[in-house]
């Protein structure tokens, strides 16, 4: 199994350019997470999704959007994109609620 | 949201102990964990602890809960260079988002030969 896949690994976007980052898990996990993690910090929830067609807001959520048509993905999409969203963004899966969370590799954002 | 607090370094000699600590607020939260992330990769779950449980050992991690306190450790027997990472300790409950993990700041722990 793959697990969780996040592409793409690296991206410099500059102000006001949108973009999605892809996450795709192959576990047939219903809960999926999107977190991003500023140096020296934890990681802050953005959006979550407790399955197909149901998504709702995180901690941080401001600037960005998400979908879930399927179980498999949970694409992210920053729209006019700002120096405040350079961070490293992580995608998360979980079977069910209160269990092991699976992340993917992150994707390292940075914003000129 | 509530907190999750961790000091952030730690300095061990290779083939010392090392403790990492954690406090928590959310008096409801049902699991608590201890992932490590190695530089440039994502978070690696180590071992995890249920509430109502005081102590979990794996090989050489050793999981020490006081709920009373709200304070969680994490200790590596002989540590070894290859631990040097950074230790993020969570925690999730039903009041969290979706059950969402709550995670700390982190610990960068470095082990010198």
């Known amino acids: 199994n793959a697990g969780v896949t996040q592409t793409p690994k690296f991206r410099i976007l500059k102000i006001g350019q949108s973009m999605t980052l892809q996450c795709t898990q192959d576990?047939?996990?219903?809960?999926m997470y999107w977190y991003r993690q500023d140096p020296g910090m934890g990681l802050k929830l953005i959006y979550y999704?407790?399955?197909?067609?149901?998504?709702d807001k995180g901690e941080v959520p401001n600037g960005y959007n998400v979908s879930r048509s399927t179980t498999e993905d949970f694409p992210l999409r920053l729209e006019l994109a700002a120096p405040s969203q350079t961070s490293v963004y992580f995608c998360?899966?979980?079977?069910?609620?209160?269990?092991?969370?699976?992340f993917g590799q992150g994707t390292r954002l940075t914003v000129v | 949201g509530e907190d999750v607090e961790q000091s952030l370094f730690l300095s061990v000699r290779e083939g010392d102990s090392s403790v990492i600590n954690c406090t928590y607020t959310?008096?409801?939260?049902?699991?608590l964990y201890w992932y490590k992330q190695e530089p440039g990769a994502g978070l690696q779950l180590l071992t995890y602890?249920?509430?109502?449980?005081d102590m979990k050992q794996d090989q050489r991690l050793t999981v020490l809960l006081n709920k009373k306190d709200k304070h969680l450790s994490l200790r590596i027997a002989d540590t070894q260079t290859g631990d040097s990472a950074i230790y993020f300790c969570?925690?999730?409950?039903?009041?969290?988002?979706?059950?969402?993990?709550?995670f700390g700041k982190g610990t960068s722990l470095l082990v010198t030969p």
């Open positions: 998360a899966s979980t079977l069910g609620a209160v269990t092991e969370a699976f």
């Open positions: 576990m047939n996990h219903n809960y």
């Open positions: 999704s407790v399955g197909a067609g149901i998504t």
């Open positions: 959310d008096s409801s939260s049902t699991y």
């Open positions: 602890i249920f509430s109502n449980m």
């Open positions: 969570a925690e999730s409950s039903n009041s969290n988002s979706g059950y969402a993990l709550n």
